[in-house]
């Protein structure tokens, strides 16, 4: 068979079931190229209907690079050609699989089957990271890739080597399927809020049951989520209701992480203002953005970007967060202030955002005054049930691994809890070591693995995948309990840096990974930080169904007792919240450094904590805790000051070096007036800063400084004095009735600790006020 026919029957067969077929064509960069040419003009796919995704500017299609393969996220194209000569990203394999129509091909440009593992390409430069170079990166993502491309039914693998012979065809792909009966067309509910019309533009069952379910955002107070894979239709969804909304006189703001990805949400908008009538302006000239309705409907939909739409502009009656999973939780919740709220969510990876949505975000909505409702669609529209393309791109992309399922581990651990009155054997949770060559041969481990830290990290993406199996920095350990992982941790080694590459670095230089060497060296100028070797704790998780029994503490031990004599200390960086900061410093962590600024992705500032396991570990640890302590009051008042104190006293009370408090006897004057009138503090900060600091460092080591304070006594005092807010502000925030009343509990505060931290003269000078 030519190349010619294998692409035409294809097509054929893909138009034919409703469904996507997958053409792999290997050998020489441009010849295949040329050859997915052809292919797409014998299977009758038009050069303007194809995007190519790719580093070639000589093809005839329209290009998107692999590092923008994003931008795909919500668009649909008869025949995308990948081009994974230069670089083959995971992620962009599983953008581009997820922008083919039904009925349309994805054709995958990649060097020899047999050879590609084997080569080392753009994206595994990007995992050789200092001391290592590419060619310690190894190739198991693509061995696996391969294997699964010459397994799954629908995909056609063509040789068609330097373009001088004849191609060669391994397979052609066809599945020969039995011919399908077109579903029932979808039924409007009984008795619907929205316009019937609304309901006859939906194309699926689930869709009829999602729109219904947004007639909730006509009431102020709810939310409704929807959940669904790619291409359920649930964008669309949300536009059948903004513009039923709109029909309603109702005005609708929606948001998303680029306008293009809710542009079906603007489409179905659209279409239903205009099947009314009631479409205000002249479509070809009007901002794409921006809908209004004709004055008697009143209403309109507009689009902003995520942080303008966070401020709620001109009080919108509903906001549609469309790919909400992408957005940061903390932008997020800013949404719960809106009378109602929907919000879209890919369930799976797809979006570069894993599971962060259902992580994080829905905990703090069902704790919101809105009510919510869930609607999940099922139903594919862009192609039929159970495409072979997807089923392959879910299998190749562990897309929807997920940890064990809970009755397999409920078990595990329940010993160290000793309040679940569960036997359990301690013996029977193992700590493994697992290299990449054991995740390979054992699919239900890898996608346990896998699915573990998706399940529970804000941030886990296909790429994540292609990491932990060749990157020659990361380590995976876990503990398994009847051989299901329940605790797992992804490991890097850090430092142990060359000398030319530290004052690179030191000078202001990029170095890949090593992100704490990095920070300590570059923004803390510590050219020596990357001296000694560490192990960063990348990522660690505990299955959801057997946390806050010491899985976690006891993963960490195990792998501090494995590298304590090969590393000088053990790290981790992430968004700081006080459960973590807890979790982190009861295992032996200090904190050194917080971020300045937010994190993109988790919304939280960052923490960055050691652990020394040697001499030259506990160097750097002591120095930089130190450091830290010093700058950490004037931090707090000028980029930390909207740090939520919770998170200052954790940070703090995890800091390891108390600084010393070097007051004045002037200055402990005026912290001891400070007892009879706050206002005191106004005229010299710097004392009380610095008593909080070190009260709250040394409340951490279990002393007798803990008890001095309760927690919100705790927070006045950061809020005062550490992030030096307004004492209205402080008032308002921590609910004191009056500003005396918030002065007034200033004073107290400080009482406990001058009795603790205060010499003699400071006792003497006491007496005189009581
Ligand atoms: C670099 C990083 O990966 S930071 C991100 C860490 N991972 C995550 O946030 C993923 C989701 N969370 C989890 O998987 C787990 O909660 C882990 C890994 C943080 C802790 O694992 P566990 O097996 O529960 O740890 P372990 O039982 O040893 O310690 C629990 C303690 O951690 C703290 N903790 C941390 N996070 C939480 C949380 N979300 N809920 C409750 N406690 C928490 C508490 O102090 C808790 O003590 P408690 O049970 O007495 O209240
Ligand atoms: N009711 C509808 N009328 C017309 N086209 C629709 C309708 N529902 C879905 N579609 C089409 O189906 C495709 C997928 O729909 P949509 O973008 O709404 O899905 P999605 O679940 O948001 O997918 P994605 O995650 O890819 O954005 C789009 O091409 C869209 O135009």
Redesign the pocket.
Same mark, same amino acid.
Request: proline share 6%; net charge negative; glycine share 8%.
């Given at each position: 068979m030519t190349l010619g026919r294998v692409a035409a029957a294809l097509r054929e067969e893909a138009r034919a079931t409703d469904e996507r077929r997958l053409l792999v064509l290997t050998g020489d960069a441009t010849a295949t190229r040329e050859a997915a040419a052809d292919a797409l003009d014998a299977a009758d796919v038009d050069a303007p209907e194809v995007t190519y995704v790719g580093e070639s500017a000589d093809t005839p299609w329209e290009r998107v690079p692999q590092a923008r393969a994003g931008d795909l996220l919500g668009t649909t194209h008869a025949a995308l050609v990948l081009d994974c000569h230069e670089e083959c990203r995971p992620n962009a394999i599983g953008r581009a699989v997820g922008a083919v129509d039904g009925g349309g091909l994805l054709v995958l440009c990649v060097p020899p089957l047999g050879s590609w593992p084997e080569r080392r390409d753009a994206f595994d430069e990007t995992l050789a990271v200092p001391p290592f170079d590419v060619a310690d990166v190894a190739g198991n993502f693509r061995t696996r890739l391969v294997e699964l491309l010459r397994a799954h039914p629908g995909i056609a693998i063509v040789d068609v080597g330097d373009g001088t012979a004849d191609p060669s065809v391994e397979r052609d792909g066809l599945t020969d399927p039995a011919p399908r009966v077109p579903p029932d067309p979808p039924t409007a509910p009984e008795d619907p809020a929205f316009p019937v019309d609304v309901y006859d533009r939906c194309l699926t069952d689930d869709q009829v049951a999602a729109v219904e379910a947004l007639e909730a955002l006509d009431e102020p107070g709810n939310a409704v989520v929807v959940e669904a894979d790619r291409g359920r239709g649930k964008s669309s969804a949300a536009g059948l209701a903004a513009g039923a909304l709109a029909l309603g006189g109702r005005d609708v703001l929606v948001t998303a992480p680029q306008y293009r990805g809710a542009a079906e949400v603007f489409a179905r908008a659209r279409e239903v203002l205009a099947d009314a009538d009631a479409l205000a302006g002249d479509p070809d000239e009007d901002d794409p953005e921006r809908l209004e309705a004709t004055d008697d409907a009143g209403g309109r939909v507009r689009f902003e970007r995520p942080a303008t739409a966070a401020e709620l502009p001109d009080g919108p009656d509903a906001v549609v967060v469309d790919e909400a999973a992408a957005l940061p939780v903390r932008l997020l919740e800013r949404f719960l202030d809106t009378p109602a709220a929907a919000f879209t969510t890919t369930v799976h990876g797809y979006e570069g955002a894993g599971r962060g949505f259902s992580?994080r975000f829905r905990d703090r909505l069902y704790e919101s005054d809105l009510a919510v409702r869930d609607v999940s669609m099922t139903d594919p529209i862009r192609y039929a049930a159970g495409d072979p393309v997807e089923v392959w791109a879910f299998r190749a992309l562990l897309l929807d691994a997920g940890p064990a399922v809970d009755p397999l581990v409920a078990d595990a651990?329940a010993d $160290?809890?000793a309040a679940t009155g569960t036997d359990g054997d301690p013996d029977s949770v193992a700590y493994r070591a697992f290299d990449a060559a054991d995740l390979v041969a054992d699919e239900h481990l890898l996608r346990e693995v896998f699915g573990?830290l998706v399940a529970?990290?804000y941030q886990t993406e296909p790429d994540d995948l292609a990491r932990l199996l060749d990157a020659p920095n990361v380590a995976v350990r876990a503990l398994t309990y009847e051989g299901h992982v *329940? @605790?797992v941790?992804?490991l890097a080694r850090e430092g142990a840096l060359p000398t030319d590459l530290r004052a690179h670095m030191y000078e202001g230089g990029r170095v890949r990974g090593n992100m704490i060497p990095d920070v300590l060296t570059s923004q803390l100028r510590d050219e020596r930080a990357a001296v000694p070797e560490g192990l /960063? *704790?990348?990522?660690?998780? $505990?299955?959801?169904a *057997?946390? @806050? /029994?010491?899985?976690? @503490?006891?993963?960490?031990s195990e792998v501090r007792a494995e590298f304590a004599d090969d590393v000088d200390w053990l790290g $981790?960086?992430?968004?700081a $919240?006080p459960?973590?900061l /807890?979790?982190?410093q009861?295992?032996g962590f200090s904190t050194v450094h917080l971020s300045t600024t937010r994190n993109e992705s988790s919304g939280e500032y960052s923490a960055v904590m050691l652990a020394p396991t040697s001499d030259a570990g506990r160097d750097l640890a002591e120095r930089h805790g130190r450091w830290f302590a010093d700058r950490v009051g004037a931090m707090l008042s000028d980029p930390l000051a909207d740090m939520d104190p919770d998170v200052v006293r954790a940070a703090l009370r995890s800091a390891d070096v108390a600084p010393a408090l070097d007051l004045s006897e002037w200055e402990w004057r005026l912290l001891v007036g400070m007892t009879g009138g706050a206002g005191i503090f106004d005229t010299s900060p710097r004392p009380l800063r610095r008593l909080t600091v070190r009260y709250l460092v040394d409340a951490g080591d279990g002393g007798d400084a803990e008890a001095l304070l309760n927690p919100r006594q705790e927070r006045l005092l950061v809020r005062k004095a550490l992030q030096t807010h307004t004492w209205e502000a402080v008032a308002d925030d921590l609910g004191f009735h009056s500003l005396g009343q918030c002065m007034r509990a200033l004073g107290e505060a400080v009482r406990p600790l001058l009795s603790r931290f205060g010499d003699a003269n400071v006792e003497a000078e006491l007496e005189r006020f009581e």
């Amino acid at each position: 068979m030519t190349l010619g026919r294998v692409a035409a029957a294809l097509r054929e067969e893909a138009r034919a079931t409703d469904e996507r077929r997958l053409l792999v064509l290997t050998g020489d960069a441009t010849a295949t190229r040329e050859a997915a040419a052809d292919a797409l003009d014998a299977a009758d796919v038009d050069a303007p209907e194809v995007t190519y995704v790719g580093e070639s500017a000589d093809t005839p299609w329209e290009r998107v690079p692999q590092a923008r393969a994003g931008d795909l996220l919500g668009t649909t194209h008869a025949a995308l050609v990948l081009d994974c000569h230069e670089e083959c990203r995971p992620n962009a394999i599983g953008r581009a699989v997820g922008a083919v129509d039904g009925g349309g091909l994805l054709v995958l440009c990649v060097p020899p089957l047999g050879s590609w593992p084997e080569r080392r390409d753009a994206f595994d430069e990007t995992l050789a990271v200092p001391p290592f170079d590419v060619a310690d990166v190894a190739g198991n993502f693509r061995t696996r890739l391969v294997e699964l491309l010459r397994a799954h039914p629908g995909i056609a693998i063509v040789d068609v080597g330097d373009g001088t012979a004849d191609p060669s065809v391994e397979r052609d792909g066809l599945t020969d399927p039995a011919p399908r009966v077109p579903p029932d067309p979808p039924t409007a509910p009984e008795d619907p809020a929205f316009p019937v019309d609304v309901y006859d533009r939906c194309l699926t069952d689930d869709q009829v049951a999602a729109v219904e379910a947004l007639e909730a955002l006509d009431e102020p107070g709810n939310a409704v989520v929807v959940e669904a894979d790619r291409g359920r239709g649930k964008s669309s969804a949300a536009g059948l209701a903004a513009g039923a909304l709109a029909l309603g006189g109702r005005d609708v703001l929606v948001t998303a992480p680029q306008y293009r990805g809710a542009a079906e949400v603007f489409a179905r908008a659209r279409e239903v203002l205009a099947d009314a009538d009631a479409l205000a302006g002249d479509p070809d000239e009007d901002d794409p953005e921006r809908l209004e309705a004709t004055d008697d409907a009143g209403g309109r939909v507009r689009f902003e970007r995520p942080a303008t739409a966070a401020e709620l502009p001109d009080g919108p009656d509903a906001v549609v967060v469309d790919e909400a999973a992408a957005l940061p939780v903390r932008l997020l919740e800013r949404f719960l202030d809106t009378p109602a709220a929907a919000f879209t969510t890919t369930v799976h990876g797809y979006e570069g955002a894993g599971r962060g949505f259902s992580v994080r975000f829905r905990d703090r909505l069902y704790e919101s005054d809105l009510a919510v409702r869930d609607v999940s669609m099922t139903d594919p529209i862009r192609y039929a049930a159970g495409d072979p393309v997807e089923v392959w791109a879910f299998r190749a992309l562990l897309l929807d691994a997920g940890p064990a399922v809970d009755p397999l581990v409920a078990d595990a651990g329940a010993d $160290t809890a000793a309040a679940t009155g569960t036997d359990g054997d301690p013996d029977s949770v193992a700590y493994r070591a697992f290299d990449a060559a054991d995740l390979v041969a054992d699919e239900h481990l890898l996608r346990e693995v896998f699915g573990l830290l998706v399940a529970a990290h804000y941030q886990t993406e296909p790429d994540d995948l292609a990491r932990l199996l060749d990157a020659p920095n990361v380590a995976v350990r876990a503990l398994t309990y009847e051989g299901h992982v *329940v @605790s797992v941790a992804l490991l890097a080694r850090e430092g142990a840096l060359p000398t030319d590459l530290r004052a690179h670095m030191y000078e202001g230089g990029r170095v890949r990974g090593n992100m704490i060497p990095d920070v300590l060296t570059s923004q803390l100028r510590d050219e020596r930080a990357a001296v000694p070797e560490g192990l /960063r *704790v990348l990522r660690i998780a $505990t299955h959801h169904a *057997v946390r @806050s /029994r010491g899985l976690g @503490s006891r993963l960490l031990s195990e792998v501090r007792a494995e590298f304590a004599d090969d590393v000088d200390w053990l790290g $981790t960086g992430y968004g700081a $919240t006080p459960e973590l900061l /807890r979790f982190w410093q009861g295992n032996g962590f200090s904190t050194v450094h917080l971020s300045t600024t937010r994190n993109e992705s988790s919304g939280e500032y960052s923490a960055v904590m050691l652990a020394p396991t040697s001499d030259a570990g506990r160097d750097l640890a002591e120095r930089h805790g130190r450091w830290f302590a010093d700058r950490v009051g004037a931090m707090l008042s000028d980029p930390l000051a909207d740090m939520d104190p919770d998170v200052v006293r954790a940070a703090l009370r995890s800091a390891d070096v108390a600084p010393a408090l070097d007051l004045s006897e002037w200055e402990w004057r005026l912290l001891v007036g400070m007892t009879g009138g706050a206002g005191i503090f106004d005229t010299s900060p710097r004392p009380l800063r610095r008593l909080t600091v070190r009260y709250l460092v040394d409340a951490g080591d279990g002393g007798d400084a803990e008890a001095l304070l309760n927690p919100r006594q705790e927070r006045l005092l950061v809020r005062k004095a550490l992030q030096t807010h307004t004492w209205e502000a402080v008032a308002d925030d921590l609910g004191f009735h009056s500003l005396g009343q918030c002065m007034r509990a200033l004073g107290e505060a400080v009482r406990p600790l001058l009795s603790r931290f205060g010499d003699a003269n400071v006792e003497a000078e006491l007496e005189r006020f009581e």
